[in-house]
């Protein structure tokens, strides 16, 4: 089947400094894929680089078989390719439903509505009139899950979903995972909890300082290959 | 006391007109406008001009003034402005203080500095007589209704409308607005169109009240200014609320003593710049 994404050799830098160091990613159509590693090892790099909110070279990215790398947001986003950020960057001025609004100015066609999102987070139709930033951490999540859902992406990438929320949290925000999937949607996390990101994934890229450690099938990837390429350390 | 407080009202309503376009600026970019006050005193040269040229109705020369506004901020922002955003301020400061620089010297240069106004065919002298001999203008009445208007249309085009969540979106995070897809540079030039209008509107009124001429522009800058700061920087309502407080506070002044006027507003601006630096309202909420 022919790659949704694709990065190769994809580098990144933030003025002199390099990010990401040639890194080669495929995504196929409908595929949950994980990205885990330690903090610095560019995940979110990564991440950025496909959004247009860190400039990359134009072929380095492919989507759907169009070369993206540097475009801006809004032209990507246009594509179908929508970020939940890490930290979740709501917009404080403006309340959950204007935030869950906002994510549907690309005007991008498909199943996601304000309706269909009340009833996959049936509490932000409870709390749509407050400003987003006033819900708890995980209501907030939903929000930014939400909001990137609004643009009808083929691709969804999720950025530490489960930064600073409790377990009981997460274990509710991964729960709404099979229903955004069902719809075809090809998924991307990163996500430090390594147990996590291998039972929710069919797939796993190790990240480590800025290149991939390590890539395969979540079911076979055993506890040692992992801790051998996520801290560069034998278990 | 009370016929003080009116005419510090309805002058206040005045300032409002001078310091909406500011605080719309500052609440979508973040940006000072130091030129605030010489493109006001722009417009209303511009209508000057205009009326000189052909002698129509002067509301009528507004109201073809307010897209031509519209469309000089638009593209004032779009390719002059944008250039100086940031998150060092300086450059838009330096910019804008230019700016006023060179629109200082180009009505000098073109219409000298004798003061001008617009004639009103006499709406300027009008008053409406009130119980207890008090007396207010029609023209003030009418700026000050104009003001409130312009003040709940820019409260409501922020709260209601999808281009008011653009502008507090790109205002909260640039970054993450491009990301659903907003170009924030056009969102910052509609805004700049949209506080050029309010320019033009506050200039044509001011040459309609009294008499205008090059060198005004920092004065009505300073009371701008003052005004959106008393009120709270982005807040449009706490601006209408701080340009009345700083006329009433001025007319106060003026009856006490004339040359206290202006004096007696700065001290109010002094005070609650020390007492409460966030200004009254501090939000671009309703």
Redesign the interface.
């Known amino acids: 089947m022919a790659a949704l994404l694709e990065t190769r050799g994809l580098t990144a830098h933030y003025g002199d400094a390099q990010a990401l160091f040639g890194i080669d990613f495929d995504l196929a159509p409908g595929e949950l894929v994980a990205i885990i590693g330690a903090n610095g090892a560019g995940k979110s790099t990564f991440m950025k680089s496909l959004t247009g909110l860190v400039k990359a070279p134009r072929e380095q990215v492919r989507f759907a078989g169009e070369a993206i790398g540097g475009l801006p947001p809004g032209e990507i986003v246009k594509r179908g390719i929508a970020l939940v950020p890490e930290g979740r960057r709501l917009f404080p001025s403006l309340s959950v439903e204007e935030n869950l609004l906002m994510g549907a100015f690309a005007k991008r066609p498909g199943p996601w509505s304000l309706e269909r999102l009340f009833k996959l987070f049936p509490i932000l139709e409870q709390k749509r009139r407050q400003p987003g930033t006033s819900l708890s951490g995980g209501q907030q999540q939903m929000v930014a899950i939400g909001r990137a859902l609004m643009s009808n992406p083929t691709l969804l990438l999720c950025d530490e979903l489960s930064l600073g929320l409790a377990p009981i949290v997460i274990r509710e925000i991964y729960a709404a995972l099979p229903a955004i999937c069902a719809e075809g949607m090809t998924v991307v996390i990163v996500e430090q909890d390594v147990a996590m990101a291998q039972q929710v994934s069919q797939r796993i890229y190790c990240f480590q300082e800025g290149k991939v450690s390590l890539q395969g099938r979540s079911c076979n990837l055993t506890r040692e290959q992992i801790s051998q390429a996520y801290f560069g350390l034998d278990a | 006391m009370i016929e003080t407080l009116l005419q510090g009202l309805l002058l206040g309503g005045l300032y409002c007109l001078f310091a909406l376009g500011q605080s719309l600026m500052f609440g979508v970019m973040r940006l000072t406008n130091t030129a605030q006050g010489d493109f006001i005193i722009l417009g209303a040269f511009a209508a000057i001009a205009a009326l000189g040229v052909a002698a129509v109705s002067p509301w009528l020369v507004a109201l073809l003034l307010l897209p031509v506004a519209f469309g000089f901020g638009y593209l004032l922002q779009r390719h002059v402005l944008n250039g100086t955003l940031g998150r060092d301020p300086l450059p838009s400061l330096v910019v804008t203080f230019g700016l006023a620089i060179v629109i200082q010297n180009l009505l000098l240069e073109l219409f000298s500095a004798d003061p001008r106004s617009i004639e009103t065919d006499g709406l300027n002298t009008q008053s409406i007589v009130l119980p207890g001999g008090l007396a207010i203008g029609v023209l003030p009445l009418l700026i000050f209704a104009i003001a409130v208007g312009a003040t709940a249309a820019l409260q409501w085009l922020f709260n209601r409308t ?1 281009l008011g ?2 502008f ?2 790109v ?3 640039r ?9 924030a540079r056009k969102i910052y030039a509609s805004a700049t169109g949209i506080a050029f209008v309010l320019i033009a509107i506050a200039g044509v009124l001011q040459a309609m009240r009294t008499t205008v001429s090059p060198a005004d522009g920092p004065l009505l800058l300073l009371f701008a200014f003052e005004a959106v700061i008393i009120g709270g920087m982005g807040s449009f309502w706490g601006t209408l609320i701080g340009a009345l407080l700083l006329g009433v506070t001025q007319q106060i002044g003026f009856r006490i003593d004339p040359g206290w006027g202006i004096w007696a507003g700065h001290i109010v601006f002094l005070g609650v710049l020390v007492v409460r630096p966030q200004g009254l309202f501090p ?3 309703g």
């Open positions: 999808a969540r653009a507090r979106a205002s909260d995070d970054e993450i607005a491009e990301l659903m897809g907003l170009d939000k671009t909420r």
